[in-house]
């Protein structure tokens, strides 16, 4: 298993303003997934990160909206810039085990 | 292409019924693997269960069961005399065999287990 802390756990953010979400695993891993999960909605998966490459996006997910970082194999970050009311959401850093899916308790974000 | 399709949105059944979440797929993958997950209302998502395409066998854990059926591209997942903490949205995903592939969910059906 893995243990994935993500911070923050939540935020209230200002229209057109920009946030960083951070994503540590305990240990190394090759990829991991950023999700996003709108309210009352299943979970959309917005970007591979791999790490010593760039992410791989998503239709409908474009680098210049959600910037990832990957600079190790333990660490990612995910910015959602210029948000809007539509951001508001639950994302989720996620990397594989053995074969299923762990995920980070989320970063609850409302755009206001 | 790969395409998770749960078509029950939404099921209510009163405690101690059986009841049954539908799950069908697509992928053009030989090889894949099938997965269910609970999100109960507090929001954390707990991993229930894994297939690999190549074990066709029926599941059972307690009063948790799983169909899959590749000839119908199906994976469904039966709770046995619910209960009502088993109140919540189910998900089911898929994803290619590799051990890094993306998991791709489907919509989820959200249930209520009425007391």
């Known amino acids: 298993s893995a243990v994935i802390s993500q911070k923050p756990s939540r935020d209230i953010c200002q229209r057109g303003t920009s946030l960083t979400i951070q994503c540590q695993v305990d240990s190394q891993v090759t990829m991991m997934f950023w999700y996003r999960q709108q309210p009352g909605q299943s979970l959309t998966l917005i970007a591979t990160?791999?790490?010593?490459?760039?992410?791989?996006?998503e239709s409908g997910f474009v680098i210049d909206k959600f910037p990832i970082s990957r600079p190790n194999l333990t660490f990612s970050t995910l910015t959602v810039s210029n948000m809007s009311p539509e951001d508001s959401s639950i994302y989720l850093c996620s990397v594989r085990g053995t074969g299923e899916l762990f995920f980070g308790e989320g970063s609850r974000l409302t755009v206001l | 292409a790969q395409k998770v399709t749960q078509a029950q949105t939404e099921i209510s059944v009163v405690e101690k019924e059986d009841v049954t979440l539908d799950c069908v797929y697509e992928?053009?993958?030989?090889?894949?693997?099938l997965f269910w997950y609970k999100q109960p209302p507090s929001g954390e998502l707990v991993f229930l269960i894994r297939?690999?395409?190549?074990?066709?066998q029926n599941e059972i854990s307690g009063r948790y069961s799983w169909n899959f059926q590749k000839s119908t591209s199906s994976f469904n997942f039966t709770i046995t005399a619910s209960q009502v903490v088993d109140s919540a949205v189910y998900f089911c995903?898929?994803?290619?065999?590799?051990?890094?592939?993306?998991?791709?969910f489907g919509k989820g059906t959200r249930l209520h287990i009425l007391p």
């Open positions: 990160a791999n790490q010593g490459s760039e992410a791989t996006y």
């Open positions: 995903a898929l994803s290619a065999e590799y051990r890094d592939d993306k998991i791709i």
């Open positions: 992928t053009r993958d030989t090889t894949y693997y």
């Open positions: 297939r690999n395409s190549f074990d066709e």
